[in-house]
């Protein structure tokens, strides 16, 4: 059974900065491209950043390019986000899951875990 527990969210002024992490069990983590996605209140899930198995094929939402990166460590079956310059309309719960191809963000699989809320205050 997959488990995924993100972590690293909270409370931050705009400008401000959080790293997201999300650990993995039950899957063989470092085989799959993975990805982070928000959904925000009243608002449709949206993929924010992908990345393949290698970490090296990744891709950007239009809206956090410049300002998030995304990582992955392998050995420890985590992913990270490194989101900065954050702004309001950032504000929203962020989830990790696999996905079936990381250049598009494409085929989020059904693994959502609890999430992590980031809030972004003006």
């Known amino acids: 059974q997959v488990q995924v527990v993100e972590s690293g969210g909270g409370l931050v002024q705009a400008g401000g900065s959080l790293r997201l992490s999300c650990t993995v069990s039950?899957?063989?983590?470092?085989?799959?491209?993975m990805g982070w996605f928000r959904q925000a209140p009243g608002k449709e899930r949206e993929g924010v950043s992908c990345?393949?198995?290698?970490?090296?094929?990744?891709y950007y939402a239009d809206s956090v390019k410049g300002r998030f990166t995304i990582s992955r460590d392998n050995a420890k079956n985590t992913l990270y986000l490194q989101m900065n310059s954050l702004k309001p309309q950032d504000t929203a719960m962020y989830y990790c899951t696999q996905v079936r191809r990381a250049l598009d963000c494409s085929g989020p699989i059904n693994y959502w875990g609890q999430g992590t809320q980031v809030t972004v205050s003006s």
């Open positions: 990345t393949a198995s290698n970490g090296v094929n990744t």
């Open positions: 039950g899957l063989r983590f470092g085989d799959y491209s």
